[in-house]
């Protein structure tokens, strides 16, 4: 009975060292950085601190995400732990929650099998992130954001098809400022945005885009076709904007009357189509 204490109370010792002191975090931090690199080239992690806990999880903290070597978000710190799946070997469930910019994020890595064709599933929710902190929105659209985003995300990737996805997300108290000022307007305000999207392969479908603000209120649908780098994806959307009095005014002094539209049009909402890239849309009344 002694023996049998003395030897549970040594195998327990024996885990809690090699789980603290002799657990290759390297190692850890290589394989992370793979599996990133596996399911997308342009994108790598670097890891500012990372340990391994018990019950088995592993504790990230100061992980930034770069695009094409630019950094373009930070993780203040996450969780990470296995699921059931991995430990019977029918595949990789990996659970993972954090912080990044104020806000919360949680999601499930699942990859079928243990083949090189198997497909890698990513689903991340997310609640009140911070905008104005993500260097990416700024990086990709050349536009400076201010708000809180939530909602989901789905990413599939498998070695023989097309990349899917999908994403659910909404805006909160949003500001954007432009960089081009058309008609001399730099901010627009928005207290929620709204966009429903799908991913097949390079192709991004916009089944819904809706803007409602105190300047204007916007609907859009349309593709985007998706380049390397991101910014240089061409657009191709068309919808309707409704433009609010104050808003309306503004344009008044910049616009000269004879190219108004009639009082009916803008009931309706003008008709808008917007094309060119990420960075450089082109915006026209049609």
Not at 1 to 25: C, D, E, H, Q, R
């Amino acid at each position: 009975m002694k023996k049998g204490i003395l030897y549970a109370v040594f195998s327990t010792i024996a885990v809690v060292f090699f789980l603290y002191y002799l657990f290759p975090i390297k190692a850890l931090e290589d394989y992370i950085d793979y599996q990133v690199y596996r399911l997308n080239p342009d994108f790598r992690l670097t890891i500012g601190d990372l340990g391994l806990y018990y019950p088995p999880y592993v504790k990230v903290g100061d992980l930034t995400v770069h695009h094409l070597q630019k950094p373009i978000l930070t993780v203040s710190s996450a969780r990470v732990r296995p699921g059931l799946a991995t430990f019977l070997n029918s595949g990789t469930i990996v659970a993972f929650n954090g912080y990044v910019h104020k806000g919360r994020f949680s999601g499930t890595i699942n990859r079928e099998g243990n083949s090189p064709e198997g497909s890698t599933a990513l689903d991340v929710d997310l609640d009140g992130i911070q905008l104005e902190d993500i260097n990416g929105l700024r990086l990709i659209s050349g536009l400076s954001f201010s708000g809180r985003v939530a909602g989901n995300i789905v990413h599939i990737n498998e070695n023989t098809k097309p990349d899917q996805g999908k994403a659910d997300l909404v805006f909160s108290d949003c500001t954007i400022q432009l960089a081009d000022k058309p008609f001399g307007i730099n901010i627009m305000r928005f207290s929620r945005i709204e966009m429903d999207l799908n991913l097949q392969d390079q192709t991004l479908k916009v089944n819904r885009l809706e803007m409602t603000g105190t300047q204007i209120n916007a609907r859009f649908d349309g593709t985007m076709a998706v380049n390397s780098p991101l910014e240089r994806s061409q657009l191709k959307l068309t919808g309707k904007v409704q433009l609010h009095a104050e808003f309306m005014a503004g344009l008044k002094k910049k616009i000269p009357a004879p190219l108004w539209p009639d009082k009916q049009t803008f009931k309706n909402g003008l008709p808008v189509s917007v094309t060119g890239t990420i960075q450089s849309p082109q915006l026209a009344i049609k």
